[in-house]
């Protein structure tokens, strides 16, 4: 049996970074920690930020002008994420959630599968993909 990882979620996160930048995988290998990404919604085109943090997981609305966001003055959560169901995973996200999975870090595996997952938008109200919408944005 494996040696269990010895590192915390965070920690075990960005070792899954790193193997991603050393297979040249793109968006991935800077996007897999915990913490907030900015989208567009496909539907409507708004500024949307999902936040998969520690406290809080969901939609809010984003201010598209603002440089720089003060610490506190973020929107409120307005939709959820949903996680997609591990056996539903996209590549590279199924391989990932396996490996989190095998290395005892189930909170690792699921953050992967709500950063994996869907969500609303608060403006419209239509359903889009999690990491379809950051990889947009990134590219
Ligand atoms: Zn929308």
């Given at each position: 049996m494996a040696r269990p990882f010895e590192g915390d979620e965070d920690d075990f996160l960005y070792w899954l970074e790193h193997l991603l930048a050393f297979e040249g995988v793109p968006i991935w290998r800077r996007n897999l920690r915990r913490g907030e990404y900015p989208v567009v919604c496909p539907s409507c085109a708004g500024s949307l930020e999902i936040d998969l943090s520690y406290r809080l997981q969901g939609t809010r609305l984003r201010d598209?002008?603002?440089?720089f966001r003060v610490v506190g003055r973020e929107g409120p959560i307005l939709t959820g994420v949903r996680p997609a169901a591990p056996a539903n995973l996209p590549p590279p996200a199924s391989r990932l959630h396996g490996l989190a999975v095998r290395a005892g870090q189930s909170a690792a595996a699921d953050h992967l599968t709500h950063l994996f997952g869907r969500t609303t938008c608060p403006d419209c109200a239509s359903e889009f993909s999690v990491p379809d919408q950051i990889a947009v944005f990134q590219a």
């Open positions: 598209p002008n603002a440089r």
